[in-house]
């Protein structure tokens, strides 16, 4: 599928139901929130709406983000999973973010962010996972991580340690948010975590429709 088909798509997805009264032409909105998912910062994102002739801050279009609520879409049936956790810097506080990968087609199936890392949070994460896609019969791929480990064996699922080969969709996508999260530190300055959760949930979104 040509990759303008793919935005389009993108813009169509977007949810503007929770505007009431608000200046900005919906098309614009969505494109504003699609310019900063897919790689814009706020400031460039910003600098892009001016051409159209809309003006608006760099918070304004930091709220469209949060409240539009994205979330990449459930019913998925992946053969694979690739899980890991990594860690993730808001405010100078670690936080472990959890994803969930299909390395087939490197989409985002879940992503989860917590204060820390411990076996019960992992198998939160995984059950999570297991009522948004149906992963019963998939092949867990898991690093070093004992914590997931521990959460597929409770789970009964199917795993198999990799450090490498299919894993490495995961850790494209990790890196690929540090990379956001590091220079992009308007979208997480005085954030809370719930907040940059969020976002990450959005960025998900945006990930797999433009990939």
Known sequence: ?????????????????????EATPRLVMKLGIQLHLAGLSLSNTVSILEIFGVERARSTVHNWVHKADLQPEAGRSPDHVAVDETVIRLNDEQYWLYAA????????LHTKLEPTTTKVLAQSFLT????????????????????????CQRHGFDFRYEKHGTRNSVERVFREIKRRTICFSNCFSNADAETADDWIKSFSFAWNQLI
Do not use: W
């Not at 599928?1 to 009264?21: H, S, T, W």
């Open 101 to 108: 990968v299909d390395p087939e087609t490197s989409e985002l």
């Open 1 to 21: 599928m040509p990759k303008n088909a793919r935005l389009n798509g993108c813009l169509d997805q977007i949810d503007l139901d929770f505007v009431e009264r």
């Open 128 to 151: 999570e996972l297991s009522e948004k896609h149906d992963v019963s019969d998939a092949v867990f791929l898991v690093d070093g991580s004992h914590s997931l480990q521990a959460a």
